[in-house]
Structures are given as structure tokens and as C-alpha cells.
């Protein structure tokens, strides 16, 4: 069983950053494929950003691309979020998945693991 926790959320300015960390336990997690997404207020929670387990790969949503970077430090166990240029529509939760197979997947129904989530407020 894993277990996946976000921290590095909060309140930021439009134009501004913040960088969100997801900590993995209790799986290997090199041979993960991990995940993020976001969920709106009101919305359907979307795809945002993977990254295989060889970091060799990553996707990322067209909303996000040039903005939002994804990375992972496999020794540490921890897969990133860097978020700049930040705008009022990026405000959501944000969720780090996990699926154990290699591979870039951007369908919430293709990951197993998920974090609690951490609230993104951008403020105009």
C-alpha cells in the first residue's frame, strides 16, 4: 500500500510561484509512474502534469505547459510541482497519484494511489 502527502500549498499572487512536493511511502517508489491533478471548485478534477519512474518522460496539460514543471528525486522519494506565472484559474486542490507500471498516464481512472490534496489559492 502507498501512501502519498502534498505540502507546499497556500495563497500566492497572480504572477507569483509556489513549488508543491508529494512524499511517498510504504511502495517502491522508482517503479512508479506518479501523477498530478487538480480539482476546481465546481469542476471535474482534471490533468495536469506525469512523469514516468525513469524521469526520462514527462506529459503535461496544454493549460500548464510552459508554466508548471514536474520532476521527482527518486532517493528521496518525492515527485514536485513547480508552478510559476501562476493565474486565478490555476485556484484548485491539487492531488499527486501514483500507478505502478511505467508509462504517462493522464487519466484519474488510471492511477490506484492518491494524496489528500493540497489547496492552490491565486489571488488577483
Known amino acids: 500500500q502507498v501512501q502519498l502527502v502534498e505540502s507546499g500549498g497556500g495563497l500566492v499572487q497572480a504572477g507569483g510561484s509556489l513549488r508543491l512536493s508529494c512524499a511517498a511511502s510504504?511502495?517502491?517508489?522508482?517503479?512508479?509512474?506518479m501523477g498530478w491533478f487538480r480539482q476546481a471548485p465546481g469542476k471535474e478534477r482534471e490533468f495536469v502534469a506525469a512523469?514516468?519512474?525513469?524521469?526520462?518522460?514527462?506529459t503535461y496539460a496544454d493549460s500548464v505547459k510552459g508554466r508548471l514543471t514536474v520532476s521527482r528525486d527518486n532517493a528521496k522519494n518525492t515527485v514536485y510541482l513547480q508552478m510559476n506565472s501562476l493565474n486565478v484559474e490555476d485556484t484548485a486542490v491539487y492531488y499527486c497519484?501514483?500507478?505502478?507500471?511505467?508509462?504517462?498516464?493522464?487519466?484519474?481512472?488510471?492511477?490506484?494511489?492518491w494524496g489528500q490534496g493540497a489547496q492552490v489559492t491565486v489571488s488577483s
Open positions: 497519484a501514483a500507478k505502478g507500471s511505467e508509462g504517462l498516464w493522464t487519466e484519474s481512472n488510471d492511477y490506484k494511489y
Open positions: 510504504g511502495g517502491t517508489f522508482n517503479l512508479y509512474t
Open positions: 512523469i514516468s519512474w525513469s524521469r526520462s518522460s514527462t
